[in-house]
């Protein structure tokens, strides 16, 4: 059985919707990982009476 054009196409854009979601997550990743980082460095470097 060969599949019709039109379910060949739904499963191609179900598949780029699906990557697209991967990307977003990963990107809101790296995002959350930036801001640890970044937290981290203002944390450490600032003077121990400013930080809180």
């Known amino acids: 059985?060969?599949?019709t054009s039109s379910s060949?196409?739904?499963d191609q854009r179900?598949?780029?919707y699906?990557?697209?979601q991967i990307n977003v997550r990963i990107f809101?990743?790296?995002?959350?990982?930036?801001?640890i980082k970044t937290w981290w460095f203002?944390?450490?470097n600032h003077p121990r009476s400013e930080s809180f």
């Open 14 to 16: 179900s598949s780029i």
């Open 8 to 10: 060949l196409g739904r």
């Open 18 to 20: 699906i990557e697209r």
């Open 28 to 35: 809101l990743l790296e995002l959350e990982r930036n801001k």
């Open 1 to 3: 059985m060969m599949p």
């Open 42 to 44: 203002l944390l450490l």
